[in-house]
């Protein structure tokens, strides 16, 4: 990927990210039960709700969007802050921002390991100001991540699906 085609997908994120700490409406469905870990996968996140948000913007729902794909892993831990789903020309598109306990590397490093694994291609991996940016593909699934740091420590993620 050419070096303004990557500023222009940072750039995206960014923005996305932008409009997820602002507001996103219903749609949404509460996140499904998380399946255990191997020990490879185990966290050390901290039940430290202190650190996240319980603030949510009026109509919106703190939750996975039903058209989240499946096949893009949730963070072990992390607790949905917003969401937003749609279904754009037939096709599952949904954002969603998590926040977790767990330092934004450790965040980071989950997501390389485990869409590597699971058969996805890593196609861009930036960092930039504290920031990491993942974008894949696993055949007709897209997938950007973006791992910040939140504001009194762990990890404001944001996930974009097209699937």
Known sequence: MDRSRKFSFLIAALALAGVFTVACDSGTQEPAAPVPL??????????????LSTDIPEGTVAAIPETFSDEVPIYPGAVPALGKGAVVEGVPMAAVHLESTDAPQKVYDFYVDKLSREGWTIENRDGFAGK??????????????????????????FLITEC
């Not at 191997?38 to 050390?44: K, L, R, V, W």
């Not at 940016?133 to 993620?157: D, F, R, W, Y």
């Open 132 to 157: 990491n940016a993942i974008s894949a593909t696993n055949g007709k699934c897209k997938a950007l991540v973006l791992a910040a740091p939140a504001e009194g420590g762990g990890t404001n993620l």
């Open 38 to 51: 191997t020990s490879s996968e185990t966290t050390d996140s901290q039940s430290d709700s202190a650190l």
